[in-house]
C-alpha cells in the first residue's frame, strides 16, 4: 500500500509558475512509476507527465512539453512537478499517482495508487 499527498496547487496569474509535490509513504517509493494527472471541471482526468523508476526517463504529452518538467527524489519520497509559462486552459486538479507499469505509464489504468489532489487555478 502506498499513500500519496500532494501539495503547491493554488491561484496563479497567466504565465506563471507553480511546484506541486507529493509526498509518499508506505512501500519502497523506488518500486513505482510515477505519474502526474489532472482534471478539469466536465473533462475527463488527462495525463500531464511521467518519470521512470530512476528518474531518467520522463514523458510528457504535446500539451505541457517544454512548460512542465516533472522530477522525483527518492531519498525524500517525493515526487515534483514544475510548471512554468502556466495558461488558463492548466487550470485543474493534480493528481499524482504510483504503479508498477512499464518503464513509464501514460494511461490511468496503469496505476495503482492516487493522491487526493491539488487544485491549480490559473487567471487570465
Known amino acids: 500500500q502506498v499513500q500519496l499527498v500532494e501539495s503547491g496547487g493554488g491561484l496563479v496569474q497567466a504565465g506563471g509558475s507553480l511546484r506541486l509535490s507529493c509526498a509518499a509513504s508506505?512501500?519502497?517509493?523506488?518500486?513505482?512509476?510515477l505519474g502526474w494527472f489532472r482534471q478539469a471541471p466536465g473533462k475527463e482526468r488527462e495525463f500531464v507527465a511521467t518519470?521512470?523508476?530512476?528518474?531518467?526517463?520522463?514523458y510528457y504529452p504535446d500539451s505541457v512539453k517544454g512548460r512542465f518538467t516533472i522530477s522525483r527524489d527518492n531519498a525524500k519520497n517525493t515526487v515534483y512537478l514544475q510548471m512554468n509559462s502556466l495558461k488558463p486552459e492548466d487550470t485543474a486538479v493534480y493528481y499524482c499517482?504510483?504503479?508498477?507499469?512499464?518503464?513509464?505509464?501514460?494511461?490511468?489504468?496503469?496505476?495503482?495508487?492516487w493522491g487526493q489532489g491539488t487544485q491549480v487555478t490559473v487567471s487570465t
Open positions: 508506505g512501500r519502497t517509493f523506488s518500486d513505482y512509476t
Open positions: 518519470v521512470s523508476k530512476s528518474g531518467v526517463v520522463r
Open positions: 499517482a504510483a504503479g508498477n507499469t512499464g518503464v513509464t505509464g501514460t494511461r490511468l489504468y496503469e496505476y495503482k495508487y
